[in-house]
């Protein structure tokens, strides 16, 4: 069983996406992300099956924590990043915010599919602070 938590690093999915990133040269983090916005944009109904809520999220955030008011999302990357070998990006993404939120609302808006499942009241409202704290950062940027 994989873990799955409400912040937006904090899934085996998440976690994973960031790895595969990384194994890219950096050079061409922004394009993949640009590339998965678009994709998750264009193929809503390949959620699930080519995609989950937990990457999107997950990619959201690392153009959050270029932003900013995305501090304490770096910070959390740099943690991580001296546990596994995953990706950072080294200048700001402002060019991907716009992409990034649409794609975060599709997936987790209010009634999106990343806010089902949750057991607890606590951790449904965790999952929307998250949401709602890369939102605002996101749109500030737009």
């Known amino acids: 069983m994989g ?7 904090s899934s085996d ?8 990133l990384a194994e890219r040269p950096p050079e061409q983090h922004l394009d ?5 916005f678009t994709y998750v ?8 099956r080519e995609f989950f809520p937990d990457q999107v999220v997950a990619a959201a955030a690392l153009v959050a924590a270029t932003l900013p008011g995305g501090e304490h999302l770096q910070h959390r ?5 001296d ?3 995953i990706a950072l990006l080294p200048t700001s ?24 499942g949750w057991t607890t ?14 939102a605002a950062i996101l749109r500030a940027a737009i």
Request: proline letters at 5%; charged letters at 25%; glycine letters at 8%.
């Open 77 to 81: 990357l740099a943690e991580l990043a």
């Open 13 to 20: 999915g998440a976690l994973d996406f960031l790895e595969e």
């Open 93 to 116: 993404a402002l060019g991907l915010a716009a992409p990034a939120l649409e794609a975060l609302l599709f997936v987790a808006g209010p009634d999106g599919p990343w806010h089902q």
């Open 41 to 48: 944009l264009t193929n809503r109904d390949l959620l699930w």
């Open 3 to 9: 873990t799955f938590g409400t912040g937006p690093f």
């Open 83 to 85: 546990e596994t070998d």
């Open 32 to 36: 993949a992300l640009r590339h998965m």
């Open 121 to 134: 009241k606590a951790d449904r409202l965790d999952a929307q602070r998250t949401v709602h704290d890369l």
